[in-house]
């Protein structure tokens, strides 16, 4: 299933999710919006995070996943944070959901 | 040819290094490619020290759309539209939303400098090259400010004159902007999806009392407005005269081809 949702973050920045899964586990998650995130090629490690995670996956523990790989690759975000992103793809999942 | 120019007026908290020399590349009009291919080499080149911190004013001919690095095509863009009308399109290295580059209506701006002379903090780095702008738009007589993140609104009614995006690699900030010389509203709605589901009458009056432009400011040519920019980016600044060098150019039209004219970029998202 595919499910899409969008949320403007505070500052007016635009995060939108686009989540791919099949049953409970989730195949791809693709990140867009105008926000800005450096360096820029580490989004994809972000989006990688949630590959093969369970749909019901615990907010909490990704948005430590999400602090830990910022810390780790020294990734800066502005406009956008690890909540909004974790609220945008549990939002695509429902959204999908919501079409069955 | 070197200009030094002085003003008693240049506070402290503008000063990157008074030491730094700028090279600045006059106003010149390329296609979409060529002008983030030129931005891209210019990088590299002050990356590897072979080129000065380096200001350049520059058009977009014919007019085009830039998206955002994080955006997508299709999500942000009428491309049958684009096409239709000879609009180009393109995917910016740089963060940040869709642009429409109208190619009378604004001037865009790059600003390429080693990180170490910069601000640290984004915002500081906004804070500082947004500072240009407004100093550019106060010799016109117009009053503005910074709104982070990455905006120049007119004060008084806060309405977006100028927005700016920024990328930092190799050591190499990056930022680039543009300045709202004209805008055509209708055309850029018919380019842009922003809303486009939405796109009553009440969305467009919306987006006209959100931007505007020089010339709803004053009735200043987009020549004076380029002279007021170059003064106001160049201000207290050492600098000369320059133009792309050979290896800037020879990278520059390898990025076309490699990266900026093709789909697998432009619709990576």
Redesign the interface.
Known sequence: MKGVAAEKVE????V?CKVDFHDVKIYTV???????????EK?KDIEELFVGKNIFFDEKIAEQEIEDLAKKMEI?M??INSLALIRTIKAAIKNAEDKI | MLKIRFDQSWSIDKMIDSNTKWRLIELEANDAFMNMAIDEAISHAVAKGLSLPTIRFYTWKPSAVSI?????MN?EINVARCRELGVDFIRR??????VYHDEKGEITYSVIAPEKIMPKG??ESYHLICGWIVDSLKRMGIDSEFK???DVVVSGNGKKISGN?????DGVLLQHGTILFDVDIDKMFSLLKVGQEKIADKMIADVKQRVTSVRQCCEASKMELYEALTEGFTEGKEYEIGKLSQEEMIEASMLVETRYIQDDWNFM?
């Open positions: 500052g007016g920045k635009l939108r693709q990140v867009t919006g105008d926000f800005f995130l450096h360096p820029e989004l800066t502005v406009g | 955002g690095c994080f955006q997508g999500d290295r740089t963060g940040g939303g869709a984004i915002t982070p993140i990455n995006a920024q990328t930092r690699r998202r």
